[in-house]
Structures are given as C-alpha cells and as structure tokens.
C-alpha cells in the first residue's frame, strides 16, 4: 500500500508534464487530485495533525504568491495551481530545494525552446501540432515540464518516498 499511495505524486507530476507539453494546459483535474489524495498519504505515512496544518498553510501561501505572479503574466493559472499542489507533497522543508530545483530547470528548458525556435523547421515534422506550438513564438513554454521534474528530483527527500 505504501508503495502505491507513494507513487501518486509522480505519475500526476508526469501526467501534468505531458499535458502542458502537447496541449500547453495543466488539467485542473491532476492538481486537484494531488490536493485531494495529499490528506490520506499524509495520515498513512503518520504525519500529523501541526504538520499537515502547516503544509497546507504553507501551500495556501503558495497559491496566492503563484496568483499574484499570474496576474502579472509571469505564471499560467494551471502552472501556479500545480506548484501549490506539489508543495503539500513535497513539503515545507523541502519546499526551498523544490523551487529552486523546477526554476533551474526552467532555465534550461527555456534555453532549450528558444534554441529550438530558431532552428529552421523542416516541414514534414510541422503538421504535428505539437510540434509546431512548441516552434510558435507566441505561444508561452510549457512550464509544468520544469515543475514536474522539480517534484520528481525533491521526492526522494519527502516523507512519501517509500523505495528506501
């Protein structure tokens, strides 16, 4: 059991990265199901009561800093809804490294799609849609690829983490 319940935070995480990357959307569904199922995995690896009050304080927190930064156009809606989520399960010790760790590799990734946007695009691989968002220069980065490794790379260091 705790090996299943340990692995709902990455394969949403993974979940949320493939979505943002082929249709650039963080489903509302995959967020609220990592807040949803964070309660029970919390209780059964024996966190308690100050501690989730604490994350969930902490996640609060980090929903209306992600809402500020999206009013200001610097965050999608479904990228701040998702780092929220993710804090509760990585926690609040972890939640330095988390952000530091989805920022850096959102540096790269940003590198990576602007070096890719002025490569020429050969025309067989521009009908898949995909593809051919990721080439668009309007259209923002897919994000949740950077958070989702961020959470991956911190899991280890999590409470749910029960490969050890």
Do not use: C
């Not at 209306?64 to 990228?79: C, H, Q, Y």
């Not at 399960?89 to 988390?98: C, S, T, Y």
């Amino acid at each position: 059991m705790a090996l299943l319940i340990s692995v709902i935070f990455p394969a949403l995480l993974v979940m949320a990265a493939v979505n943002d990357f082929r249709f650039y959307k963080i489903p509302n569904n995959i967020s609220g199901l990592l807040v949803v199922s964070w309660p029970f995995a919390a209780l059964f690896f024996g966190m308690g009561l100050q501690d989730m009050a604490m994350s969930a304080g902490v996640a609060a927190l980090v929903l209306v800093a992600g809402f500020i930064l999206f009013a200001f156009k610097v965050m999608g809606a479904g990228d701040s809804k998702l780092i929220a989520a993710s804090s509760l399960w990585v926690g609040v010790a972890q939640l330095p490294m988390f952000v530091l760790t989805f920022a850096v590799a959102g540096g790269f990734l940003a590198l990576f799609i602007m070096s890719f946007r002025r490569m020429p695009l050969p025309v067989m691989i521009a009908t898949h849609s995909w593809i051919d968002g990721l080439y668009n220069r309007k259209q923002v980065m897919p994000y949740g690829i950077a958070i989702a490794i961020g959470g991956i790379i911190v899991w280890p260091e999590t409470p749910f983490f029960a490969f050890g």
